[in-house]
């Protein structure tokens, strides 16, 4: 009602023209509570459409209060985006450990079977700027802050378990190498040019991580369906103050998946937003995406059992070494309110954890127990920023921390010291046995020295196992993103410097990309100009001796370890046109609903369309508005009218970038011509035993024919049918 009456007002203000005649009418305006617009010191504002101005057509006056508050907010908007993870997507959860952790932790969040915990995640892309595409090749960040009943602690992981350096003074020399180059501010979002390249040929301890990030794990399919790592080891303490060494993990329900590089770049021209659309769309639409916690614990006896150094964050613990025992979920079921408030103004800090959780000697994460904080400081503009809504903790906070920037607790009282008598001895500090935080009292000796453990310098041996680890088709894609990305690379003796480093990997992998490149396989590695590396240069004498065997292999690094897995929320495109099969199509539907996935219809235009039987459907997009990079399968409708596909190119390009990029590619009757058109086959509805498992055609949809789209949907990808495309190896 109030609504209607306020356009009534602003109708007649227009057609009158005459402010007396105005203000009568406004006389009898009712606003509802909270509705009204104002100042920001909550001044009401009778006219937000005109400046003030001398004369209706005379100039502005400085005197407009609102004016120039408005603009003035404006101007100030923007605040320096991250230096590193700026493009971010984020959601509000719970998490809810299984059993009580009390064996290995003294948290209390971690303490009694099914406790729950709200969380915030933030997800995001490394390099690119805000406004960059979801699907750069990039590691992708992972960080969760647990809101805990004894404060806020924060897991800031990514989804690949090493990192590029050893050591956090290797990180601003890291990042200006990534980043677009500084004279021309190219290339955005990417890695592939000189400046990266040149810095990581000369760093062979980033080789590992090389691999991961030149595998599809650095293309997820979506952010429900990636892993994620703490990196590093950390320290869990009990009550008895006992210690044992941990590596968290994060392992998605829906299983582990990837696009292909070709599809990448093409969702980034489609949708740069694939990956912020369909976390947000999923969580809308209840489908919350979920994932175990996963520990790998190692006792504090055990630390220098393994060949490889807990401390070096370029190394994993092999599953098969210490299994990843599963003891919590985390589920995310609500999206932000605010995309500025929440997801822009989170501030992680890998130094803020709560009594049980400690750190380890990692020197990399040392150097980010500093970084954290400062970073907020310019970013959020002061010493405030844990009051900021999304950054406060659930628990109650009380220090002797004063004033500031945009200072929002009102402290009372005149004490803000400590020791005090006239506060009566307030905040309290909190003896251990009452939950306060104390550290554990790792031994520490040594000389102060700039060096480097002995035990960091085995730089391949889980770059090898990594790659050999893989599957023929992931394998292949390594290979053929380091073609590419090393074929950006103008400098010939960057491109000979990293081929050297991969033939220290693999001698197949090592040829395979400098034939790619039109280069010989250095005869020799060039030791490396810098002093990461011990002076001899010599690779082998550090190789750590239970990977040393060069066959090692470590089953989940693979990503064929998440096949077959769940379809749900997967999306098939079902290809329509005017009196399409109505009962196949609903069967395909049902069949996939069935199993939580969305069969969306796309016909040639929007706008009603009927099918055969009569029923009227409203398709979800044109072909304009619609390409199968956006899909997980796709299904051509059969109908007598099915044949008009044909002659639409973006239809048939539809289809034969589904089948390229490995996806399932069903029809049905009239159809199937769609997909012979795309040069999928021929003769197929007369072939028993069409090209493969994810070429699926009938003559019309039957049980069976669902049940295989569904298996194929499963199976995420048939990438045997990149042949053509297929390297020896
Ligand atoms: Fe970060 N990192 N980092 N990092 N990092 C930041 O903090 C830094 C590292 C990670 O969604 C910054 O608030 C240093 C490893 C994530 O808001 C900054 C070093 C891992 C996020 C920073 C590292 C990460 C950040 C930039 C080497 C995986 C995004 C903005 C010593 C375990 C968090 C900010 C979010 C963000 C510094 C290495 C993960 C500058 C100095 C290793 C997920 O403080």
Redesign the pocket.
């Known amino acids: 009602m109030a609504k209607e009456r306020s356009s009534e007002r602003s109708g007649s203000a227009q057609r009158s023209g005459a402010g007396a005649k105005r203000d009568q009418l406004e006389e009898h305006v009712e606003i509802p509570d909270g509705t009204s617009l104002t100042t920001d010191h909550g001044a009401p504002i009778n006219d937000d459409q005109n400046s003030l101005k001398a004369g209706a057509r005379g100039p502005s006056l400085l005197e407009d209060f609102h004016l120039r508050e408005k603009i003035t907010h404006f101007d100030h908007e923007r605040i320096p985006e991250?230096?590193?993870?700026a493009r971010?997507s984020a959601a509000h959860g719970v998490f809810e450990v299984y059993e009580s952790l009390s064996q290995y932790t003294r948290a209390d969040f971690l303490g009694a079977a099914g406790k729950q915990t709200p969380v915030f995640v933030?997800f995001?892309t490394v390099a690119g700027s805000r406004g960059s595409s979801d699907l750069a090749r990039d590691v992708r960040?992972?960080?969760v802050k647990f809101y805990t009943d004894e404060g806020n602690f924060d897991l800031?992981?990514?989804n690949i378990p090493v990192?590029f350096?050893q050591d956090?003074v290797k990180?601003p020399d890291l990042v200006h190498a990534v980043k677009p180059e500084p004279h021309n501010e190219m290339p955005q979002a990417a890695s592939a040019h000189d400046t990266f390249w040149d810095f990581i040929s000369l760093m062979p301890e980033s080789m590992h991580m090389i691999m991961w990030v030149m595998s599809d794990r650095a293309l997820p399919r979506s952010y429900r369906m990636m892993e994620g790592?703490?990196?590093?080891t950390f320290r869990l303490v009990n009550a008895r103050g006992k210690s044992q060494f941990v590596k968290f993990h994060w392992k998605p329900l829906l299983g582990v998946h990837a696009v292909a590089w070709d599809e990448a770049q093409k969702i980034s021209g489609k949708d740069p937003d694939f990956h912020r659309r369909d976390l947000w769309e999923a969580i809308e639409a209840g489908a919350f995406p979920e994932w175990e916690l996963g520990l790998q614990i190692v006792e504090e006896k055990d630390e220098f059992k393994f060949g490889f150094d807990l401390l070096d964050?370029t190394k994993i613990i092999p599953e098969e070494l210490v299994p990843v025992e599963r003891v919590g979920k985390l589920t995310l079921n609500r999206n932000p309110d605010n995309f500025f408030a929440e997801t822009e103004q989170?501030?992680?800090h890998?130094g803020n954890v709560v009594p049980g959780i400690d750190f380890s000697n990692d020197p990399?994460?040392q150097?980010?127990l500093f970084?954290?904080t400062?970073?907020?400081l310019l970013?959020l503009g002061g010493p405030n920023f844990h009051e900021i809504p999304i950054n406060r903790p659930v628990a109650p906070m009380h220090n002797n921390q004063r004033d500031g920037h945009m200072r929002q607790e009102i402290n009372r009282g005149r004490v803000s010291y400590n020791p005090n008598s006239l506060g009566g001895g307030c905040p309290m500090q909190v003896p251990q046995a009452a939950g306060g935080y104390v550290t554990f009292p790792a031994a520490t000796e040594g000389a102060k020295v700039r060096a480097r453990g002995e035990s960091f310098f085995d730089h391949y041996s889980q770059a090898r196992m990594f790659f050999m680890s893989q599957a023929e088709h992931e394998r292949q894609h390594i290979i053929k993103a380091l073609r590419f990305e090393l074929g950006k690379v103008e400098t010939v003796e960057i491109r000979e410097r990293m081929v050297g480093h991969l033939a220290q990997i693999d001698a197949t992998l090592a040829q395979l990309v400098a034939k790619g490149l039109g280069i010989a396989v250095p005869k020799r590695a060039t030791p490396p100009p810098n002093m990461s590396v011990p002076a001899d240069g010599n690779a082998k004498a550090h190789q750590h001796r239970d990977i040393a065997d060069r066959e090692a292999v470590s089953v989940p690094l693979s990503m064929m370890d998440s096949v077959p897995g769940p379809i749900a929320t997967r999306k098939v495109a079902i290809m329509v046109t005017k009196e399409f099969d109505g009962a196949g199509v609903a069967a395909v539907v049902r069949a996939l609903e069935a199993e939580g996935a969305q069969g969306l219809l796309v016909a040639p235009e929007l706008g009603d369309i009927s099918a055969d039987n009569g029923d009227v459907y409203v398709p979800e997009f044109s072909i304009l508005t619609a390409s199968s990079v956006l899909f997980d399968a796709v299904y051509v409708a059969d109908g007598e009218k099915a044949v008009e596909w044909l002659a639409e190119a973006d239809a048939v390009e539809f289809v034969k970038d589904a089948y390229k990029h490995c996806k399932a590619v069903a029809a049905t009757g009239r159809g199937v011509e769609l997909l012979e058109e795309a040069e999928i086959g021929t003769g197929m509805l007369d072939d028993p035993e069409p090209a493969d498992e994810a070429t699926i055609v009938g003559a019309k949809v039957t049980r069976g024919f669902t049940q295989k789209l569904v298996a194929a949907v499963a199976n995420h990808r048939l990438w045997s049918r990149e042949p053509e495309l297929h390297l020896p190896l």
């Not at 991250?82 to 993870?85: E, G, L, Q």
């Not at 790592?229 to 590093?232: L, P, Q, S």
């Open positions: 991250r230096v590193v993870h971010g933030r995001s960040g992972f960080a800031v992981g990514n990192f350096i956090a990180f790592f703490g990196v590093h964050p989170v501030a992680f890998v990399l994460m150097g980010r970084s954290y400062d970073t907020q970013r």
